[in-house]
């Protein structure tokens, strides 16, 4: 394998002002703008959730009408799932992969570009809906026929807008999987890979087995709207339920790709604050790749009550249930890494140990939903809108902020501010838990999800769960501040930043240089 | 850092991907509002299609000259053999989605409407029974009239013999690269592509003929039609698009751009199109034969 790199030598080395970042190729810059656009993203979904929470501050219609309402929790959903987690995810695999195995670069630069910056297009189209006659989109993320087909102009915005994201993640996905099978520096063992990485390749195959399902599904909305066909019109001999077949055939997949980089990143984190290796490295790789697998084989637990035979709602319920076999090796594997450790809690240790406790909280949930008798009375309601919460929240986005704090001194070369870190997430998770833990209670008592007004009965819940929504907002604002502070200055990272953070990012310069490994490092 | 012959190339800035972003935009925003009934889409798309040619024009090209110069070693020409597998795989998954919806409705949702799940044919479509069920059917309510299939032992048989010659005259076409015998190349690859363009010529009479009075065949004919066009149509559209990169090879080994040991393009072309020719199998016996 050659250990150098060659440059274009036609062009300086960094080109300056705007148009450095709409041409370039460096997989720092991309990782950057990937990250910036998630948080620009997350707070346009929150500011969506912001209006639904007053909506359901009180019972009864107050602040919009049922049409905008609806809007708001499908474009919350879409903006959350497609703009916010799962770019901030390529963007932290775009700054930390190369880093991570010792590469230059990732493997195709140019391609790199461009699976970014089709994303502000594709966004900016879906969000353009807001404005058009019969609004944006209000039938649901889930996008089910035949309600999806009486969106009004939006229509087909909105499934362009979903091949768009779609033809990004395939190729963000497709620069993953060839920079970590062919840029690894000699030595680098498959074996060898940090957690984040092995996480990262698994969620990339995903990606690519499952976008173009996606895809094929919305195509067939679009047909069946403008170009007569019935797939899912029984008239025709189709079916309105073989979409939910499809789409969840992609949409299991994604709720992994939502969370396997999370339990990559929670896997460095750990280790590094417990000051031990971790626990198990082979069983996490083994229990990714299962996960992964089973995630194939269970879509159809999100329609138990769609009506299917009884044999399917049995292999779905125990293929389900499975899932929990290699999550506990994973949740196990965290705690016995901690066990005995020389323990500190900085805020990166503590959005991941939060992470640990909250997101073993959803996955219990998911256990409870798993369960197809117990799922009929479950099904759609604010208990699923907790449990998928608490897996999402307290699981991606805590993972994500923990990464932020972890890698923010190795990317800008600034220790953030401690004190305001620890408050950061002190508070987030308070609210957090304010804001979902009673949604628990709302959907067992049977409140249904995505419906504007409720029965006098949930009105309590449902203040106390607005209240945390508002005050978690707002401390995410507290966020933005403590990584601009950092960007803009604050005392020196060392290169290690971390006393037992281990690995190949840590042992390059803080901020990194512009190439990160320009000849290739040995590993022994 | 010098530019050190044998490294990894890391290209510097290109703005390529922004014209294609702006470009796919116009494109689907022109579709869009066309399908909405808006004035002036046609031209939008238009403008669109061009600026993403532009795009692919000059993307191609500046990799084509990198390549030339040599600037690419061994481990870029693995980067984008890894790069074209992963692609083709994702094809294959998009594929897998209307296959998926073939099966579905043929063992699924056909034969519960017919009566094999009762309660669904008693309270929507009572008097559709097994026979007015069976395969071809566009549906209880018999959605765009009577229709009838095409014989697959005509034009689809012959199809798939072309497009299986067409896999063995690429083959030999790489035979030919690899021996360095540029004449016999452009010979089997000038086959290949006329190969290509007469399957798609025969795909056209089809569907003209499918469209006719005498079969009236159409993409509202019930779930059989959405599921006949939906499938060979995304493969016609693969194969225009597998003709096209073949024909700008064929120009390229033409003048020479591929030596024995170094003609990626040659190969990710060569796979597309073993790609489409499987597809195809797949939709003789599933679409056309069973």
């Known amino acids: 394998m050659s250990t150098a790199t060659t440059h274009d030598t036609h062009h300086a080395e960094h080109q300056s002002g705007l148009l450095r970042w709409v041409f370039t190729t460096n997989h720092k810059d991309i990782g950057t703008l990937y990250l910036l656009f998630s948080l620009l993203m997350f707070f346009v979904g929150g500011a969506m959730a912001m209006v639904i929470r007053a909506e359901l501050f009180q019972p009864g219609m107050q602040v919009v009408d049922p049409m905008f309402f609806n809007q708001m929790t499908t474009m919350h959903a879409l903006i959350m799932i497609f703009g916010a987690v799962m770019p901030a995810f390529v963007g932290l695999a775009n700054w930390l992969i190369p880093m991570m195995i010792g590469a230059p670069d990732m493997a195709l630069p140019r391609m790199n570009n461009w699976s970014f910056w089709i994303l502000p297009f594709a966004f900016a189209m879906l969000l353009s809906t807001l404005l058009m006659a019969g609004g944006a989109p209000a039938g649901g993320w889930t996008m089910y026929p035949p309600l999806v087909l009486q969106t009004g102009d939006a229509f087909p915005f909105l499934i362009f807008s979903v091949h768009l994201m779609g033809i990004s993640s395939i190729m963000g996905a497709i620069n993953v999987v060839v920079t970590i099978v062919n840029m690894r520096a000699p030595g680098m063992t498959l074996m060898k890979m940090p957690l984040f990485v092995w996480t990262w390749l698994i969620t990339a195959y995903l990606l690519i087995a499952v976008m173009p399902v996606l895809a094929g599904a919305v195509t067939m909305l679009l047909t069946d709207k403008f170009f007569d066909t019935s797939f899912f019109n029984a008239a025709g001999g189709g079916d309105p339920v073989m979409f939910q077949h499809i789409f969840w055939f992609f949409g299991h997949p994604e709720v992994y790709i939502l969370i396997l980089p999370a339990f990559g990143i929670v896997s460095q984190i750990i280790p590094t604050f417990a000051r031990k290796p971790l626990f198990g490295y082979s069983s996490m790789v083994y229990a990714t790749a299962s996960i992964a697998f089973l995630s194939f084989i269970v879509w159809a637990h999100h329609m138990f009550t769609v009506g299917m035979p009884l044999t399917g709602e049995l292999f779905f319920m125990y293929a389900t249930m499975l899932i929990a076999v290699p999550t506990g090796v994973k949740v196990f594997n965290w705690v016995s890494t901690m066990w005995r450790g020389s323990m500190t809690f900085e805020t990166p240790m503590l959005f991941a140990l939060g992470f640990v406790v909250m997101f073993t909280i959803g996955g219990f949930s998911g256990l409870m939903l798993a369960i197809a008798p117990v799922d009929f009375q479950y099904h759609d309601t604010y208990f699923v809108v907790a449990h998928f919460h608490y897996v999402l929240v307290t699981g991606a986005i805590f993972a994500i902020m923990a990464a932020a704090y972890y890698w923010l001194p190795k990317w800008t070369g600034h220790m953030y501010n401690e004190t305001l870190g620890k408050w950061h997430f002190w508070l987030s998770t308070l609210f957090v838990n304010v804001l979902f833990f009673p949604q628990h209670f709302l959907g067992l008592a049977g409140m249904p999800r995505r419906i504007p007004d409720y029965s006098v009965q949930f009105a309590e819940f449902n203040m106390i769960s607005s209240l945390g929504g508002f005050a978690y907002g707002l401390t995410q604002l507290l966020f933005v501040y403590i990584v601009f502070q950092t960007i803009r200055g604050g005392a020196k990272a060392t290169d290690q930043v971390w006393e037992g953070a281990k690995g190949l990012e840590w042992t390059l310069p803080s901020p990194p240089p512009y190439h990160s490994f320009e000849t290739a490092p040995q590993i022994k | ?290």
């Open chain 2, 1 to 290: 850092m010098s530019a050190t012959h044998g490294g990894y190339y890391v290209p510097h800035g290109s703005h390529w991907p922004i014209l294609g972003s702006i470009g796919l935009t116009t494109l689907l925003v022109g579709f869009a509002s066309l399908l909405n009934g808006a004035s002036g889409a046609t031209m939008l798309m238009g403008i669109g299609v061009l600026i993403t040619l532009v795009m692919l024009f000059g993307w191609f090209g500046t990799v084509i000259n990198e390549s030339l110069k040599g600037m690419y070693n061994d481990q870029v020409d693995r980067s984008f053999r890894w790069g074209m597998s992963w692609f083709i795989f994702s094809e294959v998954m998009f594929f897998a989605a209307f296959f998926g919806a073939l099966f579905y409705a043929r063992i699924y949702s056909v034969p519960w409407l017919a009566g094999e799940d009762v309660s669904t044919n008693q309270h929507l479509w009572p008097n559709f029974d097994a026979d007015s069920a069976a395969w071809p059917t566009n549906g209880p309510a018999a959605l765009g009239g009577e229709f009838s299939v095409l014989d697959p032992w005509k034009i689809p048989a012959l199809n798939t013999l072309l497009l299986l010659s067409s896999g063995v005259t690429i083959t030999l076409a790489h035979w030919a690269l690899k021996k360095g015998n540029r004449g016999a190349l452009v010979g089997w690859m000038v086959a290949t592509v006329a190969l290509g363009l007469t399957f798609l010529g025969f795909q056209v009479y089809e569907y003209i003929e499918a469209y006719g009075e005498h079969h009236n065949l159409t993409l509202g004919s019930g779930i059989y039609g959405s599921t006949f066009f939906m499938l060979t149509g995304f493969h016609g559209f693969h194969v225009t698009l597998g003709a096209i990169m073949l024909a700008v090879i064929t120009i390229r080994c033409a003048k020479g751009h591929f030596s024995h040991d170094n003609h990626f393009a040659f190969e990710a072309v060569a796979w597309y199109w073993h790609f489409v020719d499987v597809v195809w199998l797949g939709l003789f016996i599933f679409v056309y034969l069973v």
